[in-house]
């Protein structure tokens, strides 16, 4: 059995050297050619699982250690009978982290937390986190996500789009990036959005790059609209806009789910999904301790997390995104 992994999903490799001959790659380098002969892909986001990849390839298996599968054609993974795994959710506190810290570091600490109402766009795995710590911070909470509205209408107490933009400080979007269906979320934060905000908010992005429309979110900064941008996912990117990075407030290489907690739950969550897969009796787990539980509560002292100096860097270095991303030095979670 031949294995194909992005060598930067950490504490993968050695649980998959016990299962045959394994190759551990740069996403760059996973090419057709590499694939021809392997029976199991483990990817992240830089790799495009299509037909260009695997045509031809006796690959049966595809782990993603990733929230999304924007990266992987999944029609033509059904067809060929390949099965996909994902990690949803695996790093939700950390993306609420950095989140809270992009909030704590725009607001004079003078300013009560209780005196800001934040707007949060998707209530899945990050959002919900998002929305409980908020709280519990004592921030005002509107919350908007019209498919779990349907799915869960007693979860929450919704708000509408033009709530969001009419009442809030703050605007933070965690949707998937999806084009067609009945709430299409490419470029939902657009320039008919902007027009309608009515506070100046900080709006944050750490979903999806084409979820906010990168010319709407500079005009709305021209405009006065927008107070502030927070940028964690960009469109285009490694290519990203110079000009949104250089008006950003903060501007970090999609890493706001690079926690070390993260990181060991998607590989945790992946292995666990190749186990089943190959019909292990013993589930491999990632070659790291097993992560505590997400705490219900947070204090702002718990954040921890200097979100500026990671700002700092790529604001330096903006060709370094790759790099940055690749060798980021994964931060701890809050706990307790």
């Known amino acids: 059995m031949k294995i194909v992994a ?13 299962l045959g ?20 892909l483990l990817t992240r986001t830089r790799t495009r699982c299509d037909a260009s990849l695997l045509d031809g390839s006796t690959c049966g298996f595809i782990g993603t250690a990733t929230i999304g599968t924007d990266h992987i054609d999944l029609p033509y993974c059904a067809a060929r009978g390949i099965r996909v795994a994902n990690a949803p959710g695996c790093n939700a506190p950390a993306v609420a982290q950095w989140v809270l810290a992009a909030i704590l570091s725009y607001f004079p600490a003078s300013r009560p937390l209780s005196d800001i109402t934040l707007g949060v766009i998707g209530a899945g795995h990050v959002g919900s986190i998002l929305i409980r710590w908020a709280e519990g911070l004592g921030m005002r909470v509107l919350v908007n996500d019209p498919p779990l509205q349907q799915s869960a209408p007693h979860a929450y107490t919704y708000s509408s789009i033009d709530d969001i933009a009419r009442e809030c400080d703050v605007i933070s979007v965690h949707t998937p990036l999806t084009r067609g269906g009945s709430h299409p979320t490419y470029h939902l934060i657009d320039s008919k959005f902007i027009s309608s905000l009515r506070h100046k908010p900080l709006i944050l992005n750490a979903a ?23 940028i964690d996912c960009w469109e285009g990117e490694p290519a990203i806009s110079p000009d949104l990075l250089d008006r950003a407030f903060i501007a970090t290489p999609h890493i706001a789910g690079y926690s070390r907690q993260g990181k060991i739950r998607a590989t945790d969550m992946v292995l666990q999904s190749l186990s089943q897969y190959l019909g292990l009796n013993e589930p491999l787990r990632a070659d790291a301790p097993a992560v505590a539980p997400v705490p219900d509560t947070i204090t702002a002292d718990m954040v921890a997390y200097d979100i500026l100096a990671d700002t700092k860097a790529l604001k330096s270095t903006p060709a370094d995104f790759e790099r940055l991303r690749n060798d980021y030095r994964l931060r701890e979670e809050p706990k307790c």
Do not use: C, H, Q, Y
């Open 6 to 18: 992005d060598r930067n999903i950490p504490f993968i490799e050695r649980p998959l050297r016990t």
């Open 21 to 40: 001959d394994t190759i551990m790659l740069p996403g760059s380098e996973i090419t057709p050619e590499v694939m021809a002969d392997a029976d199991i």
């Open 208 to 230: 999806r790059g084409p979820v906010t429309d990168t010319k709407a979110l500079l005009d709305g900064l021209d405009s006065g609209l927008i107070g502030a941008v927070g």
